[in-house]
């Protein structure tokens, strides 16, 4: 079984920066993806931005430019680099993983973290 343990979530204004951390017990996917999601209080999850084996990495359109996902694969960690944060940022981030098959990431199937909050104010 998969653990993801999520840190670096707080409190910014806008225009600040901050830096989440995803680090996974074991990855045992032949062909992954691992990413964030964010949900904002009232609204679904949406996708933020992910990684999958072969290196590609997608970012959601508002957030391209400001975030940037890497990995760390010595330490098992993925960090999600947040800059130029806005208010509509704000949100609880979930880390993400699961298999990836034929181009499709199965994220229903896979593995959560508890989510750690995001607050900007303006």
């Known amino acids: 079984q998969v653990q993801l343990m999520e840190s670096g979530g707080g409190s910014v204004q806008a225009g600040g920066s901050l830096r989440l951390s995803c680090t996974a017990s074991?990855?045992?996917?032949?062909?992954?993806?691992w990413g964030w999601f964010r949900q904002a209080a009232g609204k679904q999850r949406e996708w933020v931005s992910s990684?999958?084996?072969?290196?590609?990495?997608g970012y959601k359109d508002a957030v391209e430019g400001r975030f940037t996902l890497s990995q760390d694969n010595t330490k098992n960690t993925l960090y999600l680099q947040m800059d130029s944060l806005k208010p509509e940022d704000t949100a609880m981030y979930y880390c993400?993983?699961?298999?990836?098959?034929?181009?499709?990431?199965?994220?229903?199937?896979?593995?959560w973290g508890q989510g750690t909050q995001i607050t900007v104010s303006s």
């Open positions: 990684i999958n084996t072969d290196g590609s990495i």
């Open positions: 074991r990855l045992t996917y032949r062909n992954y993806c």
């Open positions: 993400a993983a699961t298999r990836r098959w034929a181009g499709y990431c199965y994220w229903d199937e896979g593995y």
